[in-house]
């Protein structure tokens, strides 16, 4: 099997099959089932290419995060036979490089290319706080699994 052109892919062990959640160049994300090695659904988030992809699972359902190089931030509903949009949000800056939900389920971080992490709220999708301790553009953000601690790097 070969996943030609992707950026990045979020795995997902879900209880029917293993499952993958992937973003291109195109502004496109997808969910690929492994075992078929069939493409689930594929829909257009962004204009610009996908750089970011966090998911979790929530409520029963796996959620899902996209950013890109645009100023877009989806969140969608996973579903074997489609994608449902839940929400979407204009930021304001250009360039998510990554994307990480807290263990807890109440907030993500977006690490950016205008060098700040910015924090969200999972639910609504509004902006909590925007964090100013980088020189240049933020390369990754993640929470540690045990404390919640938030880390983040840049250049």
């Not at 690929?32 to 992809?53: I, T």
């Not at 109440?106 to 992490?117: E, P, T």
Request: hydrophobic share 40%.
């Amino acid at each position: 099997m070969c996943i030609r052109d992707r950026l990045c892919m979020g795995w997902r062990d879900c209880e029917t099959a293993p499952s993958v959640i992937a973003g291109y160049e195109s502004g496109h994300v997808g969910l690929l089932d492994c075992a078929s090695e069939q493409w689930l659904w594929m829909v257009k988030n962004h204009a610009e290419p996908v750089m970011g992809l966090a998911s979790t699972v929530r409520r029963g359902h796996v959620l899902g995060l996209s950013g890109s190089a645009d100023k877009t931030l989806c969140a969608f509903v996973v579903q074997p036979d489609g994608c449902q949009q839940a929400g979407k949000r204009e930021v304001g800056h250009a360039g998510i490089a990554q994307l990480a939900i807290r263990p807890d389920q109440r907030m993500f971080a977006s690490a950016s290319w205008d060098g700040r992490v910015r924090l969200f709220s999972l639910k609504s999708l509004e902006p909590i706080t925007v964090l100013k301790h980088h020189k240049d553009s933020v390369n990754a953000v993640d929470f540690s699994e045990c404390s919640g601690f938030l880390l983040s790097g840049s250049k």
